[in-house]
T-cell receptor, first 113, second 111 residues
Framework: GAVVSQHPSWVICKSGTSVKIECRSLDFQATTMFWYRQFPKQSLMLMATSNEGSKATYEQGVEKDKFLINHASLTLSTLTVTSAHPEDSSFYICSLRWGKGYTFGSGTRLTVV | DQQVKQNSPSLSVQEGRISILNCDYTNSMFDYFLWYKKYPAEGPTFLISISSIKDKNEDGRFTVFLNKSAKHLSLHIVPSQPGDSAVYFC??????????FGKGTRLHILP
């Protein structure tokens, strides 16, 4: 199946700074990738759909100016959390659809202090 | 409004016995369903899926049953093993490619 590499696996940043998370498809050309966020003991919530070469589609309630998504190539999508605040601390996961299933990255634990 | 519901936050099962994880959904437009397993601080791992045209799909120790009239699906794991201890997410998707996850059920396999 498709292999997805997500980096970094964890990051601690100060309030007000920006953090970039990368999601790479290692063996599959992904025109569409998905970004999820999971708070403790909560479900994985879809934040946005990343489309190669065009603007991302954001879910209701997700601030597109705060969570910048770039999908410049068929193998790389990035999520930048801008002006991070402690409430942005969460587990962020990327995913792509492969065949009849979805493959997920290993996730990024973001802690904003 | 939760479209995919896993009403049991946790479940404990004796090793060797059957684990049954349940999931209900509300949106009749979903046409495929998936189960994922997740360990702490890791991404979900795909386990098994089922299309809405089927009522059962089996893969080794894992079997998923779908009851469309009841909008209910379940994951059976038999026999349960210690390595099965994890959080299991039910997910449902439709043709727009988005999948909606339930809140998960934490499965504890007891020795």
């Amino acid at each position: 199946g498709a292999v997805v590499s997500q980096h970094p696996s964890w990051v601690i940043c100060k309030s007000g700074t920006s953090v970039k998370i990368e999601c790479r498809s290692l063996d599959f050309q992904a025109t569409t990738m998905f970004w999820y966020r999971q708070f403790p003991k909560q479900s994985l919530m879809l934040m946005a759909t990343s489309n190669e070469g065009s603007k991302a589609t954001y879910e209701q309630g997700v601030e597109k100016d705060k969570f910048l998504i770039n999908h410049a190539s068929l193998t790389l999508s990035t999520l930048t959390v801008t002006s991070a605040h402690p409430e942005d601390s969460s587990f962020y996961i990327c995913s792509l659809r492969w065949g009849k299933g979805y493959t997920f990255g290993s996730g990024t634990r973001l802690t904003v202090v | 409004d939760q479209q995919v519901k896993q009403n049991s936050p946790s479940l404990s099962v004796q090793e060797g016995r059957i684990s049954i994880l349940n999931c209900d959904y509300t949106n009749s437009m979903f046409d495929y369903f998936l189960w994922y397993k997740k360990y702490p601080a890791e991404g979900p791992t795909f386990l098994i899926s089922i299309s809405s045209i089927k009522d059962k799909n089996e893969d080794g120790r894992f079997t998923v049953f779908l009851n469309k009239s009841a909008k209910h699906l379940s994951l059976h794991i038999v026999p349960s093993q210690p390595g099965d201890s994890a959080v299991y997410f039910c997910a449902a998707g439709s043709r727009d490619d988005k999948i909606i996850f339930g809140k998960g059920t934490r499965l504890h396999i007891l020795p």
